[in-house]
């Protein structure tokens, strides 16, 4: 019994010391982090934070990720939910084809479409651009979406459609007004999925977001440690890191059940 | 209500599918072909050079060590995640605390990940050389991305520290779904508690962790974004934590030699999913069903 809890004491030391010990230099000076990487700083250095917020740009990269991760978001859920019910609720030939050619995607590494990719978005003129981010996320977040309310949409029952349809709504009716919001346990879930997926993007930015000023938050804050390298800003590194963390981690603290739900529902699909 | 059913179904399908034919589809067939060429994105039209692109891949030795590098990553990474995450899910029955801390550096950006590790490794002022110190081993203090020997495995450490969370979740939740009843009759019949782990837990559920085998597998051969990130140059002293996705990265975006880079994409994919297939065929059990 004593060894099963220390065993877990120390892997839960593991995982958080990092971190506190990173909110901890966020506070200290250069010289405070260099002398001793253990001692607590003397008066906490709150300007860290602003230098970072400011000069390093992190408020910028953190209003840049809101946007594009906002936008791709919204479109994924509204095509990635429509998609998946048309291809679940209705006959049409070519219906399994389009289905497994949508999911097909989910097979492919990213790495693949890498290089056509870059020059599909340079081509639309959309290189570093707010909107041109959002679709390939939108189009790369699309294949797991349809895969996992495809499922969802089959399992409603039809009966209540049905009755819709004989009171004379719509197909469009139908579905935002009836089966939409019976779907809303799987869109809780796979949108948890997907704003993690992409609020934590860091492959498609690199390539394809040259442009500083539209750096997303993950790829500003690597590109800020990667060129400073040894020696310069590290207390601002730091409170730029722990800035980068803490909007998840706030997400964590009020939603964490439905977040690991969400998560592993998605990865046992 | 049968009628506009063509036209709803158009409406509605046609703004997906164009998204997805454009930004995933297309680039995934170009790929295909542009390995076939030798093209520098400058000349307007490709040249074909058949598969001399993957032929000189294997006499490149940058992607040959990044290939024993994902390699390595492959053999270590999904069994140590696999088994950590199997013993702390066991331990972790009824405390459910550790789990919620457990599972949080899931959420982070691998990006934010190597940011923070690469602080932890930093020779003079990082947190791993200042904890051995206040350990008085101060002989183990080491420049941990900066030697040739160690970098690797500095990379391989952040893999497994990164991942372990979220099987333990995955496993603890598919350990609750086993009935008690079951293992407490293994238990009055004498069976030790690692005999009904192996003998019980495991096989009922096997199928999470044949999962886990899969998706860790997959992982391993990525490590781009550490590997960027964590290491000099990038790709580590000597080249030691060069893996494909950087050698990939690399001649695309450094060298603009697209066609080769996109052999080593293809390359990957097939990598990929030979690894799939194979993982899914060796962890193959029979299905344990309770009735």
Sequence with gaps: ?269 | MRHGKYRFLVGALIVPLALYGVFVLSPYVQAFQLSLTNWNGVDSAPEFIGLENFSRLWSDPLFLAGLRHNGLMLLVVPLAVIAVALALAAATKGTRVYRVVYFFPQLLSVAIIAVLWQFVYTPNSGLLNGALSALGLDSWRRSWLAEPDLALWCVIVVMIWSSVGFYVVLFSAAMESVPEDITEAAAIDGAGPVTVFRRITLPLIWESVQVGWIYLGIAALDGFALVQIMTVGPGGPDNSTEVMGLGLYRSAFNFAKFGYASAMGVTIFFLTLSIAVLLLRVTRRERVELA
């Excluded at chain 1, 953190?62 to 479109?75: H, M, Q, S, W």
């Excluded at chain 1, 509204?78 to 097979?107: D, H, K």
């Excluded at chain 1, 990719?117 to 909107?131: A, C, E």
């Design chain 1, 1 to 269: 019994m004593r060894i099963k809890h220390a065993v877990l004491t120390l892997w839960a030391a593991l995982v958080t010391l990092p971190l506190l010990w990173a909110f901890m230099s966020s506070f200290k000076t250069d010289a405070e982090i260099f002398d001793s990487p253990w001692t607590p700083p003397a008066t906490p250095r709150f300007d860290n934070w602003s230098r970072a917020w400011e000069q390093a740009s992190i408020g910028q990269y953190l209003f840049n990720t809101v946007i594009v991760v906002g936008g791709a978001l919204a479109l994924t859920m509204l095509l990635g939910a429509l998609t998946a019910y048309c291809l679940a609720r209705y006959e049409f030939p070519g219906n399994r084809l389009l289905y497994y050619t949508l999911v097909a995607g989910m097979l492919f590494p990213v790495f693949l479409a890498l290089v056509p990719l870059f020059f599909v978005v340079d081509n639309l003129g959309m290189l570093g651009t707010y909107h041109g981010l959002t679709l390939v996320y939108a189009a790369y977040a699309l294949p797991f979406t349809v895969f996992f309310l495809h499922g969802f949409f089959r399992s409603l029952p039809g009966a209540v459609a049905e009755a819709a349809f004989i009171d004379g709504a719509s197909h469009a009716g139908v579905f935002f007004r009836v089966m939409l919001p019976m779907a809303r346990p799987g869109m809780v879930s796979v949108g948890i999925f997907n704003f993690l997926g992409l609020w934590n993007q860091y492959l498609l930015p690199k390539v394809l977001n040259p442009d500083p000023d539209h750096y997303v938050l993950a790829q500003g804050l690597a590109e800020l440690a990667v060129s400073r390298g040894y020696g310069s800003d590290w207390s601002g590194l730091f409170a730029g890191l722990i800035i980068a963390i803490l909007p998840v981690l706030l997400a964590y603290v009020f939603f964490q059940r439905q977040i690991r739900a969400g998560l592993t529902s998605g990865a046992l699909k």
